[in-house]
């Protein structure tokens, strides 16, 4: 079993930033891949940066260029790194791994960008 909390959410203005953490926990295989998605009221859970164990990224058009996905092995720890926050970035937060027994996700942190 793999636990997952995450951290960091809050309340920004636009233009603003915030760091999101999320501290992975159990049986975590050294190959795996970690990610964040966001899902905002009334729309589908979307996938906004992912991180391969390699460090090999992917992102969202949408957060291209504004958004850093990283991540501590040492620490089983993903980060996103959120600058130039927009209103529509508001969302709850999930962070996900994907390893080799399946898929395991956190509770989710709220981030809300104030216009």
């Known amino acids: 079993q793999v636990q997952l909390v995450e951290s960091g959410g809050g309340l920004v203005q636009a233009g603003g930033s915030l760091r999101l953490s999320c501290a992975a926990s159990?049986?975590?295989?050294?190959?795996?891949?970690m990610s964040w998605y966001r899902q905002a009221p009334g729309k589908q859970r979307e996938l906004v940066a992912a991180i391969c164990s390699s460090g090999g990224t992917n992102y969202a058009d949408s957060v291209e260029g504004r958004f850093t996905i990283s991540r501590d092995n040492a620490k089983n720890t993903v980060y996103l790194e959120m600058n130039s926050l927009k209103p529509e970035d508001t969302a709850v937060y999930y962070c996900s791994l994907r390893q080799i027994d399946g898929d395991y996700w956190g509770q989710g942190t709220q981030v809300t960008v104030s216009s």
């Open positions: 159990g049986s975590i295989f050294s190959s795996n891949g």
